[in-house]
T-cell receptor, first 114, second 114 residues
């Protein structure tokens, strides 16, 4: 059966599809946001970040969108690959907080089927 | 080393015992962080070290938890009189403070308290 705490949102896609992972944040004072990818048995790995004075930022195959009005953050992955399968976390750094003192979301499990 | 190194990778202990977890940050990184990750959940901030400044201990859950750092190198996280609810993955991260909030994480120590 399902263990206590294992209620992460999940997203299953086919290889080559585009993926969109969503995150709602709670602190309207946050001015810096990051997406991390965590593969099984490993620590989180930085993917992309965005500051609150921007609403979109693009990286290699990834795009982060920020909607401050509704406090929503999304990560778009283009042409998703099996190697993208992982848990994805959004994190926020409240304004005035120490660098790296991040508040993490619950995470979303992305599964990419070949 | 090339990355953040943590030891041991796994630790099984009995309730009531003390445990000590070790972190070797990336050489030259002045900031060091400890986070805790319970099963199926996001990361919780525990403590932050930056140079010779007093550490930010605001995330430590109880006085059974303590951490030390020698200069800008190794850090140890100690949990006294462990309880079953301490079971989690303990992640260490380092960064170039003042230049980035991009944290580089180790693979963590999986602590199981029986």
């Amino acid at each position: 059966g399902e263990s206590v705490g294992l209620h992460l949102p999940t997203l299953s896609v086919q290889e080559g599809d585009n993926s969109i992972i969503n995150c709602a944040y709670s602190n309207s004072a946050s001015d810096y946001f990051i997406w991390y990818k965590q593969e099984s048995g490993k620590g989180p790995q930085f993917i992309i970040d965005i500051r609150s004075n921007m609403d979109k930022r693009q990286g290699q195959r990834v795009t982060v969108l920020l909607n401050k009005t509704v406090k929503h953050l999304s990560l778009q992955i283009a042409a998703t690959q099996p190697g993208d399968s992982a848990v994805y976390f959004c994190a926020e750094n409240p304004k005035g907080a120490s660098y790296g003192k991040l508040t993490f979301g619950q995470g979303t499990i992305l599964t990419v089927h070949p | 080393g090339a990355g953040v190194s943590q030891s041991p990778s796994n630790k099984v202990t009995e309730k009531g015992k003390d445990v000590e977890l070790r972190c070797d940050p990336i050489s030259g990184h002045t900031a060091l962080y400890w986070y805790r990750q319970r099963l199926g959940q996001g990361l919780e901030f525990l403590i932050y070290f930056q140079g010779n400044s007093a550490p930010d201990k605001s995330g430590l859950p109880s006085d059974r938890f303590s951490a030390e750092r020698t200069g800008e190198s190794v850090s140890t996280l100690t949990i006294q009189r462990t309880q079953q609810e301490d079971s989690a993955v303990y992640l260490c991260a380092s960064s170039l403070e003042g230049l980035t909030e991009k944290l580089f994480f180790g693979s963590g120590t999986q602590l199981s308290v029986l």
